[in-house]
């Protein structure tokens, strides 16, 4: 079992919609990450949370340590925000090195 | 400010061939990582580096891999005698300090013939 599992796989939405991504992970952990990877393959980071919410402009980051899950949501959601919408934890003591999710392809439609 | 540089985009090699991947980190910056992204797979941790110093390499492979951050100059990660399995992108990540946020480069995308 990976130690960072997304739910969907993929996510196909209309222009506007409200959109929901979710995390859980199965490690105790120090922080955890959101990611956005384009179809050009450059990675932008989106949010570093270790606790409660987080927001900019449409996006809004959650987390929940004790249930060992984290949201992303888009409002008002676009086609440009169509990308690969990776998680990443920092499982405590373990260095800041990153552990990966494999990631949701969000497509939004027009 | 720049942001994290990466060098080549792209490289093709054959295999046998050595390759050798650049990062330069964003300005301040003295924490490297370097991330792997098979094809059709996910991103997985490969080293840690502190300026001069390698923190952490339990995602390296044992042989042909190696990676160093040099006092002067980019963090340079460097693959012998590639074979096929070592197409990839490879990503680079900075942060100012440990346990702070990544900033991470535009890859390296290896082709091995």
Request: aromatic share 8%.
């Amino acid at each position: 079992k990976n130690e960072v599992e997304q739910s969907p796989q993929n996510l196909t939405a209309q222009e506007g919609e409200f959109i929901t991504i979710n995390c859980s992970y199965s490690v105790g952990i120090s922080a955890l990450h959101w990611l956005q990877q384009h179809p050009g393959g450059g990675i932008v980071s989106l949010f570093m949370l270790s606790s409660g919410k987080k927001k900019h402009g449409r996006l809004i980051a959650t987390i929940n340590i004790q249930e060992k899950h984290s949201s992303l949501h888009i409002t008002a959601s676009h086609p440009r925000d169509s990308a690969v919408y990776i998680c990443a934890v920092e499982v405590a003591g373990a260095n800041s090195k990153l552990t990966f999710g494999k990631g949701i392809t969000l497509s939004v439609r027009p | 400010n720049a942001g994290v540089m990466q060098n080549p985009r792209h490289l093709v090699r054959r295999r046998g061939q050595e390759a050798r991947l650049r990062c330069s980190p964003m300005k301040g910056h003295s924490h490297v990582y370097w991330y792997r992204q098979l094809p059709e797979e996910g991103l997985k941790f490969m080293v840690y580096l502190q300026k001069e110093n390698i923190i952490d390499e339990s995602g390296m492979p044992k042989e042909r891999f190696s990676a160093e951050f040099p006092k002067e100059g980019p963090s340079i990660l460097r693959i012998q005698q590639v074979v096929r399995g070592d197409s990839a992108a490879y990503f680079c990540a900075s942060s100012l300090l440990a346990a702070h946020e990544q900033f991470f480069g535009p890859g390296t995308r290896l082709t091995v013939l």
